[in-house]
Every structure is written in C-alpha cells, then in structure tokens.
C-alpha cells in the first residue's frame, strides 16, 4: 500500500499534476471528469452549456497552432510586436482579454435559443455575447471599435460556428504581444464531442498584422461541479509597478 | 486538526520537494517579467496581514533579523479562486500566525516575492500556487 502510494505520488509529480490540487475537501470544488455523450437541448441542437477549464495559452499563442499552420506577421505588426513590453500587457493591466485569449481560468457558456453567453471569471469578471438567432452582423455605423468585437453563431451540423468582427486594435493575443488590428476577423468552432470535452478551433483573420490568416485549436473540459468565483482584477492589482523590461 | 488522505498525500508530495523547478502558473502576468528565479528567498515570520484578493492573494510578513529590525516582506500567492480550488481555506493561514515562506525574489529588489511554498508552524507545506486542474491544461506559465 505504501509503495503503490508513494508511486502515486512521483507519477503524479512526473506528469506535473498538482497532488496537493487533489486535496479539495469533500464536497468542494475540484475539478471534475464527467464521462458520456454529448448532451443535447430539446431541440435537439448540441447543448454546449456548462462550466469549462481550458484554452490557448495566454503567455504565446503560437504554442496553440494547429498542424502545419504558420503565424508570419507584416513588417508593421513584427516591428510593433517587439517594441511590446510585458507591463503594457492590457490584460496584466486588468483589462479584457480580448478574442481568442483567455485567461486559465473557468470560464461558463450558457446556451439560449437565441443567444450564447461565454461567462468568464478572468482576467476580468465579463461576458462575450453571441447572437444565433439568425440575424447578421450589426451595421457597422451601429457600432464602435470593440474588445469582444460583433458575434453571430451558426449551426454547421453539431458545431457551434461564431464570426466575429468589429475588434479594436487594444488587446494583446498573448504576453509575448502578437498583436492584430481592426481589421481582425475571427470564426471559432465549438464542438462538444462528449459530455466532458469541447473541442474549439478558431481561425485568425487579419491582413493588417498577418499575411495569411491561421488557425490555433484547443481542448476544453467541462468541470460539471464546479462554479465561477468572483475575480476583480483590478481591486488589488500591484504587479505592473514591479514588471521590470526587457520581455522575458 | 485531522488530515484526510488526499491531504496527506498533498503534504507527502510537498514534503519531498517535489515542486522544486515548477515555476508558478501566473494568469495574469510573466514571471519572468516581474520575479528572478536566481533569487530565491525563504523567509520566517509573522503573518501581518492576509489578502484574499484579485488578482493575487497577498501575504504580509512580520521578519525580525539578528538585531531585532522587522522588515515586511509582500508575498504574492495565486489567486484565491485558484488556492481555494486548490484545498486551501481562510483558515490555513491567519493574521498571527508564525510561517515560513519559500519563492523568488522580485526582480526590482523590493521586499516582494512570489511564493513557492508556506511551511505552517505545524510543519505541513501548502503550495503557494496551484497550477493544472483549474486551468485544465493550459500550459504552466
């Protein structure tokens, strides 16, 4: 018993998973692995909704780059990207993450007929809104320059199709500063391919930054019992005062 | 106070230093933008002040030297959604106590440091940051 515990325990290390993490108390609110098929709505459409942990890496994109997918950036966007320094960051300086990043933290879509909300509980306390209810994009004069930008989803089978334009040029993709501009256009692909896991590609469209456009994917879970928690950014925000240059 | 199983195991798996050489998962900023892994403290003191706040839990520590001169050393820990997620609670370290803290020092060489690891007075190590599991596989940073 002992030797089969204490191999439990170099495994887990070897893997990097965090044993104390496997210490929640009884009824709290570790993360969870719920098994089965992918539930659907009465209408028989993919029911997306639940509580999910995962996404790109919001430290350097490129490490979520689909296969045989290139990031080449413009002259502009490459000279602009090295001149970024880590205390600029809009999200260490608590604001929105923008699309398509996302702070390691839980984030919850709830799923209406005709809306879809993606909740999340950082970087900071906000929501994406989602409009599936056929209608298109809003008119551009009836909008601004915005960190979430203009959504509209769409069934394409069993996944969730979203477009998204109307960004401003203010948020960075990750902390190394890949940075886009107004111009960015972005399709995401949700699927749930079973009870616990989604499956999310997006494409990144911007001419202004990126000679081509890429694609970056990645694998969500979903964490049936557990909840977002409050998460105020910028109530106790002290690390950009200490962020020293150059980038790491 | 009676430990479960899993918190033995938790407390087994700090023991033998097993979180040497992780560097903390930081939502929010770069490590390396801010902290030094060359420069690592450990320090004992009292607990002044606890903050269970966004975007980083904080813990202000009471340190005596030899001729009795208290510094305040400011330790940032991870968020505390993630520390509660983690198995921590608002009794795991108080106002009062007397711990010792392990992490790297800032790099602007102020008394400020981000946590590695809390020894509590009862001997039990806690890691001050809880990477994987709530973040459900984005990579460490």
Known sequence: MRIRFACLVMIASALGVSVWAQAAPKGGRGPSAPTGPAPRLPDGKPDLNGLLNGGLSSQDISLNLMAGEQIVLTPAADKLMKERRPKDDPEANCLPAGVPRMAPYPWRIVQQATHVFILFEANIHSYRQIFIDGRPHTPEANRWPSWYGDSVGTWDGDTLVVDTIGFNDRFWFDAKGHPHTDQLHTIERYTRKDLGTLVVETTIIDPGSYTKPFKVGYTARYALKDDLMEYICAENNQDVTHITPPLP | ?141
């Open chain 2, 1 to 141: 106070m009676r430990l479960t199983m899993q918190m033995k195991l938790g407390v087994v798996a700090a023991g033998l230093g097993l979180w040497i050489g992780a560097l903390p998962a930081s939502a929010h900023h770069s490590f390396a933008a801010e902290y030094d892994e060359k420069k690592p403290v450990k320090v004992t003191g009292i607990v002044s002040k606890v903050e269970w706040t966004n975007p980083h839990s904080r813990m202000y520590l009471n340190v005596k030297d030899a001729n009795g001169k208290v510094t305040v050393w400011n330790f940032e820990f991870g968020s505390p959604n993630h520390l509660f997620r983690a198995g921590w609670n608002r009794n795991t370290v108080k106002e009062g106590d007397q711990i010792t803290v392990e992490g790297w020092g800032a790099k602007d060489g102020s008394h400020l440091a981000q946590t590695r690891q809390v020894i509590l007075a009862d001997g039990r190590k806690v890691p001050g940051f809880a990477s994987g599991g709530e973040s459900g596989g984005a990579p460490t940073q």
